[in-house]
Nanobody, 127 residues
Framework: QVQLVESGGGVVQPGGSLRLACAAAGGTGEEYARGWFRQARGREREGVSCISVPDGTIYYADSVKGRFIISRDNAKDTVYLQMNNLKPEDPAVYFC????????????????????WGQGTQVTVSS
């Protein structure tokens, strides 16, 4: 299975920005839609954004639409999440996963054993 590694998390002020990266290695060379998820303390994991291959179709959760931008660098096999205007409700551990699907406007990640999840990167918003 492809291995996913997230990076770019950190501590920012409200209204600040961070750029997360999800790099892939290994696997068979096949590409599937990849997405970002987040899990805040005491809350369930939620889908944030995803991008398909090869056409790059994009989906955003309503909570981040207009603030976050997902993109893919095919040459580097890396997906990015540019997070702008971060708000107090955005702090969480952000995970990258593949494959992902969108069902009833909800971004869904793979079940254990049927895809790949990264280890996560912490995003903190603090004044």
């Amino acid at each position: 299975q492809v291995q996913l590694v997230e990076s770019g998390g950190g501590v920012v002020q409200p209204g600040g920005s961070l750029r997360l990266a999800c790099a892939a290695a290994g696997g068979t060379g096949e590409e599937y839609a990849r997405g970002w998820f987040r899990q805040a303390r005491g809350r369930e994991r939620e889908g944030v954004s995803c991008i398909s291959v090869p056409d790059g179709t994009i989906y955003y959760a309503d909570s981040v639409k207009g603030r976050f931008i997902i993109s893919r660098d095919n040459a580097k096999d890396t997906v990015y999440l540019q997070m702008n205007n971060l708000k107090p409700e955005d702090p969480a551990v952000y995970f990258c996963a593949s494959p992902v699907t969108v069902v009833a406007s909800t971004i869904l990640g793979p079940s254990t054993g049927f895809g790949s999840w990264g280890q996560g990167t912490q995003v903190t918003v603090s004044s």
